[in-house]
């Protein structure tokens, strides 16, 4: 069964510095999101993306977070500057056009010290 | 507006019980209410969902009750076995937009 591949799976990384995660949707979907997942808290909205474009965006998603799809395959969220309230689990996920079921990747841990 | 309800924070349910998590939402505008299972280290699995214009849909021993006037929705597991020990996420959504979730069940079903 096709899946959302994340990578990488766990990342450390200084306070300040950037980091880059990267994910591999279902080949033919087209809308793509990142949620993020807090340790012990509920899954929450980053964003959306369609059309080469974000469709939506939470306010959790602010000038720090970037997204790009910069190949057919591949969507990245850019962190430009680590803080250690951005320590979580991303997840990235994808959906067919015009189906409402979204299809969660692993996860990508983030741990900022 | 945007936010959905769960309930219990935790469940513990002998081996055959049955498991039952609650939730509730206030936008109207939602039209799909899926609900997710997540292993510890994994990322949320769809389990089953429902439309609104249902009141119930069963997929083997998930069930899922819809009251579209009182705006809540419940997951039944029925013979609740130790594998199926998760946590488990109401969410909801309208078309094309953010899926809103509940702030997650941990279910353990004891042998």
Redesign the interface.
Known sequence: EPEVTQTPSHQVTQMGQEVILRCVPISNHLYFYWYRQILGQKVEFLVSFYNNEISEKSEIFDDQFSVERPDGSNFTLKIRSTKLEDSAMYFCASSRLGENTIYFGEGSWLTVV | QQQVKQSPQSLIVQKGGISIINCAYENTAFD?F?W?QQFP??????LI?IRPDVSEKKEGRFTISFNKSAKQFSLHIMDSQPGDSATY?CAA?T??????????TQLTVNP
């Open positions: 799909y899926p997710y280290g994994k990322g949320p699995a769809l969902a996420f959504r078309s094309g937009s953010r899926l809103t979730f509940g702030e997650g």
